[in-house]
């Protein structure tokens, strides 16, 4: 089946699934979804995503993290938790939201995906829908999805880019993480996901003054604009700070343990230009609604990127 038939199909059966939570007298809500990835692992994604969420949470803001690295996840680790469930037990059954759901702290939430992530590519319409229903609670009770995804150009990454509302690029100065994450940029704009996502934004990390964060920020959107013709935007830096080995070792945020340093009032500024932000339009135009349920309809129907 071509790419634009397999579109059409899975456009279709999302608005009957959109009808169907219409007719039971439920929407799809408007909490807003972004995936946090990188080209490479070590760049300090994860660390990223949970100091995001501390930040997003001091606005006031009611944020799910959901862990979806298949192959080394660790927000549990680096939030010093045990995670018991994960989202297959969800998809199963055998558990239900409120038991798989993981408290961090007030108004952050963590979501273990586990083997779950895996498990979604294979529900059908029936099983999708209750999913749905079951994750749909917390349409009026967050505001953000924050997704932390593996390092690397995957299928799964891509999926999850695909997805959200909002991708979130991370690198760092290094010369192969720049490579690395231009190689996410075109990953992209080969899926597709250039000209039906709303924003692909960037951060550099662990950069040695904001000068240098500057300099990264201006080769990677050059180089993006040339030869993908992709309008990236560069959101801001995290310096180096050695505040944030300290928090790693006792497994705790550093926006919470070191709420002045350097890397804190750098996340906090990244935080403020990601609320301000305006999106830049409808997925592919064909008024795809937003929210949990669709995220995870989209993800579970790779709605973006070929299977």
Not at 125 to 151: P, Y
Not at 188 to 199: A, C, I, Q, V, Y
Request: hydrophobic share 40%; with cysteine.
């Amino acid at each position: 089946m071509s790419r634009s038939a397999t579109l059409s199909d899975q456009a279709g059966e999302l608005r009957r699934i959109v009808e169907r939570q219409k007719q039971k007298g439920k929407s799809f809500g408007n909490l807003k979804t972004l995936t946090v990835l990188s080209g490479k692992g070590g760049v300090g994604k994860s660390n990223i995503s949970i100091n995001l969420a501390c930040a997003m949470a001091e606005q006031d803001k009611k944020i799910v993290l959901l862990d979806a690295d298949l192959g080394l996840a660790n927000l549990d680790m680096l939030c010093g938790i045990t995670a018991k469930y994960n989202l297959s037990h969800l998809i199963d059954g055998s558990k239900r939201l409120e038991d798989v759901l993981v408290s961090l702290e007030n108004n952050i939430w963590m979501l273990p995906g586990g083997s779950g992530i895996k498990e979604l590519a294979d529900l059908d319409e029936g099983q999708l829908v209750e999913l749905i229903d079951n994750v749909g609670f917390l349409e009026d009770r967050a505001d953000v999805l924050l997704v932390d995804t593996g390092g690397g150009i995957h299928k799964s990454v891509l999926s999850f880019a695909s997805a959200a509302d909002t991708v979130v690029l991370v690198t760092t100065p290094e010369p192969t993480a720049i490579r690395d994450a231009y190689g996410i940029l075109k990953a992209l704009k080969n899926s597709g996901e250039s000209r039906e996502k709303k924003d692909i934004v960037f951060v550099v990390n662990m950069a040695n003054s904001e000068r240098e964060g500057q300099e990264v920020a201006n080769r990677l959107k050059t180089a993006a604009s040339q030869f993908l013709e992709l309008p990236v935007s560069y959101i801001g830096c995290i310096l180096k700070d050695s505040f944030v080995e300290q928090a790693v070792r006792v497994r705790k945020p550093f926006y919470r343990l070191f709420p002045d340093s350097p890397a804190a009032k750098c996340v906090r500024s990244i935080v403020g230009t990601l609320s301000s932000a305006a999106p830049r339009g409808d997925f592919a135009g064909v008024g795809q609604p937003r929210g949990l349920k669709a995220f995870f309809y989209r993800l579970a129907r790779g709605y973006f990127v070929g299977r």
